[in-house]
């Protein structure tokens, strides 16, 4: 049986910490890891307690580690006021960590005004990244060499994540959940959060395992958890209905109500995210195969439905991502 390796995550908080950045990812990573991530969580700084905005502090903090797991990745959280608070001593104590202990498979995020420290740091040369709208400026000034991006929740550049800040650092905490422990499990931690996905209008499109959540109805999300845990299943509506506790007919008209969206729709969103998905990850395998496992009838409607939620076709991802993974 293959051995899921853990994600050791470091938050790392300095003086005068938004709590909301520091609390609102650590919590959604601590559910995630609650509901069966892998997740190792710590909360280090180079001091074992520090202010936070709403005048209460956090103690017990771990120090800075001298050295890190192979694969961690770092969370760089932001602060109140941060023209004040990146000139104290802790911050500058952070700021000549991330430029020595970091590994090469280390990667690096930031919440809000966090981007700056990875900036100055030298973290950011030559990545696409974001912070608070308020600080665009002051992040480009800080790392020329940065491709700062405006009007986005959050970046993903690859070994660097960064994010607006304040609450989407959630929206951050959830990308990584699915990145590293699955869509499904990211959808679980989302409704648990009861919060909405937002998305400016420049923002890649929401993920289906995300999206049509944003209500409160609990029959409908027992319906959307099912499928969402095997959705290349033919289920039937009157297995639905008995997964939501609602009869059949009820549950047709609550989900075109309160998800927006009907039921077979939804189902071939995500079969058509599953198969996305499955195409990157084993591109040796051929349509045929991924359209087989996804659970459609044929190839031939594989297609058809891909045309209709999907930009190009699942060869052409397939092409890519042999490409990607090279001979």
Known sequence: METRLTLSIWLVVTPN?????????????????????NF?????????SVATTLDVGLSGLEPLPEKLPRNSLLIVVGNGKEEVDHQSAAAHAV?????????????????????????????????RCTTHHSLLDALRAAEPAA?????????????????????????????????????????RVARRLVIYQRRGPNDPQLSPWLAWRNHMH????????????????????????????VSARHLSRLFAVHAGISIVAYQQQLRIAL???????????????????????????????????AEGTPGQVRVQAQRQTGP
Do not use: N
């Not at 910490?17 to 991530?37: F, N, Q």
């Not at 550049?157 to 499904?184: C, N, V």
């Not at 609990?218 to 506790?245: G, I, N, S, Y």
């Open 17 to 37: 910490v938004l709590l909301l950045d520091y609390a609102g990812p650590a919590e959604a990573l601590r559910m995630a890891r609650d509901m069966g991530a």
């Open 40 to 48: 190792s969580l710590h909360t280090c700084s180079p001091q074992t």
């Open 95 to 127: 700021v000549l960590w991330l430029k020595q202990v970091p590994l090469a498979d280390t990667r690096l995020a930031s919440i809000c005004s966090g981007a700056l420290l990875l900036a100055k740091a030298g973290c950011l040369v030559g990545h």
């Open 147 to 187: 491709e700062v991006e405006m009007d986005r929740i959050y970046v993903d550049d690859g070994r660097t994540l960064t994010s607006a800040g304040i609450s989407t650092g959630i929206d951050l905490a959830l990308h990584i959940i699915e990145q590293y422990a699955g869509a499904e499990l990211a959808a």
């Open 218 to 245: 609990p029959a409908v999300h027992r319906a959307q958890d099912a499928v969402a845990r095997d959705p290349a299943k033919t289920w039937t509506l009157e297995e639905l209905a008995a997964q939501a506790c």
């Open 275 to 309: 198969a996305r998905d499955l195409l990157k990850k084993a591109p040796e395998l051929s349509v045929e195969r991924v359209s087989e496992q996804c659970g459609f009838g044929s190839t031939r409607d594989f297609r058809r439905v891909w045309q209709r939620y």
